[in-house]
T-cell receptor
Framework: SQTIHQWPATLVQPVGSPLSLECTVEGTSNPNLYWYRQAAGRGLQLLFYSVGIGQISSEVPQNLSASRPQDRQFILSSKKLLLSDSGFYLC????????????FGPGTRLTVT | RKEVEQDPGPFNVPEGATVAFNCTYS??????FFWYRQDCRKEPKLLMSVYSSGNEDGRFTAQLNRASQYISLLIRDSKLSDSATYLC???????????FGRGTSLIVHP
């Protein structure tokens, strides 16, 4: 069966500090991968998606970036965090090439102070 | 017009009640449809897919109306544990990026 991991679960970072969130998927190959952010009381905002290694598409211009160094690894980064970066960050995967359901990781709750 | 629209609620219902949510979508070429459940401070989890013929899973029934471009979720005999936010998701229509509604909040009280 497939599983998706995210870490850390919670993170408190000062404004201006860097960020690195990691997501890994097990039990499948060649997945589509996604990063979402959910601000408190808000809907899901798609940040990045990837259809393969090194292939990243950005949905929202901001100070975040994403990378996919391996097939089942997806990393979300920032060089300098803003207060507005606070939120619940969710990684998700779906089967390659299909308009299929997504499966979410447990998320990282980020508070920028 | 938003691509996927849901009534945010909250829907406050007593235990045992039947409650229904609708979700409208704007892209007529959309191909697949889902309902997710999200508990407070947790990740969304797939509740059920929505097929053209409709589908049922225990107390939950999902239906698709392509002509009017909406999907629905019916929950019968509501339980306290059904309290959550229910997200409507629409896929396809030229993109493999799913479109999420903002969710409908359900509160089931004793």
């Amino acid at each position: 069966s497939q599983t998706i991991h995210q870490w850390p679960a919670t993170l408190v970072q000062p404004v201006g500090s860097p960020l690195s969130l990691e997501c890994t998927v097990e039990g499948t190959s060649n997945p589509n991968l996604y990063w979402y952010r959910q601000a408190a009381g808000r809907g899901l905002q798609l940040l990045f998606y990837s259809v393969g290694i090194g292939q990243i598409s950005s949905e929202v211009p901001q100070n975040l970036s994403a990378s996919r160094p391996q097939d089942r690894q997806f990393i979300l980064s920032s060089k300098k965090l803003l207060l507005s970066d606070s939120g619940f960050y969710l990684c998700a995967w779906s089967r390659k090439g299909q308009v299929d359901e997504q499966y979410f990781g447990p998320g990282t709750r980020l508070t920028v102070t | 017009r938003k691509e996927v629209e849901q009534d945010p609620g909250p829907f406050n219902v007593p235990e045992g009640a039947t409650v229904a949510f609708n979700c409208t979508y704007s892209n007529s070429a959309s191909q697949s449809f889902f309902w997710y459940r999200q508990d407070c401070r947790k990740e969304p989890k797939l509740l059920m897919s929505v097929y053209s013929s409709g589908n049922e899973d225990g107390r939950f029934t999902a239906q698709l109306n392509r002509a009017s471009q909406y999907i629905s979720l019916l929950i019968r005999d509501s339980k306290l544990s059904d309290s959550a936010t229910y997200l409507c998701v629409v896929n396809g229509g030229g993109s493999y990026i799913p479109t999420f509604g903002r969710g409908t909040s359900l509160i089931v009280h004793p």
